[in-house]
C-alpha cells in the first residue's frame, strides 16, 4: 500500500515562504510521476505542479517562478518550495502519486497540509 506523508504547511505572511516535504513509501519511487495540488474553500483542486523521475517539471501559471518542484529518488521525498506567496495562496496542499501501468492509472494521495497566506 502507498503511503504519502506530508508536511511543513503552516501560516506566512505576504512574501514569505515556505517549504512543504512529501515522503513516499511501499512502492519503488521512481515509478511515480509526484505532483502537489491544492483546494482552496469554494475552488477546485487546482494543479500546482508535476516532477518526474528524471526531475523534469510541470508548473501552473499561477505559481511558475515562485515555487519550485525537487525530487530525491533515494529519499522517496518531493519537495515543493514556495517563495513569494500570496494570499491566493492559501489552501489545502496535497501530494500525489501518479503510476501508469499497461492497463491501468492509479493515483495516490496525502493527507493535506493547510497553508495560509495572511497579514
Known amino acids: 500500500q502507498v503511503q504519502l506523508v506530508e508536511s511543513g504547511g503552516g501560516s506566512v505572511q505576504p512574501g514569505g515562504s515556505l517549504r512543504l516535504s512529501c515522503v513516499a513509501s511501499?512502492?519503488?519511487?521512481?515509478?511515480?510521476?509526484m505532483g502537489w495540488y491544492r483546494h482552496a474553500p469554494g475552488k477546485q483542486r487546482e494543479l500546482v505542479g508535476l516532477?518526474?523521475?528524471?526531475?523534469?517539471?510541470k508548473y501552473s501559471d499561477s505559481v511558475k517562478g515562485r515555487f519550485t518542484l525537487s525530487r530525491d529518488n533515494a529519499q522517496s521525498t518531493v519537495w515543493l518550495q514556495m517563495n513569494a506567496l500570496k494570499p491566493e495562496d492559501t489552501a489545502v496542499y496535497y501530494c500525489?502519486?501518479?503510476?501508469?501501468?499497461?492497463?491501468?492509472?492509479?493515483?495516490?494521495w496525502g493527507q493535506g497540509t493547510q497553508v495560509t497566506v495572511s497579514s
Open positions: 511501499g512502492r519503488d519511487f521512481e515509478i511515480f510521476i
Open positions: 516532477i518526474n523521475r528524471e526531475g523534469q517539471v
Open positions: 500525489n502519486a501518479h503510476e501508469t501501468t499497461m492497463i491501468n492509472e492509479y493515483d495516490y
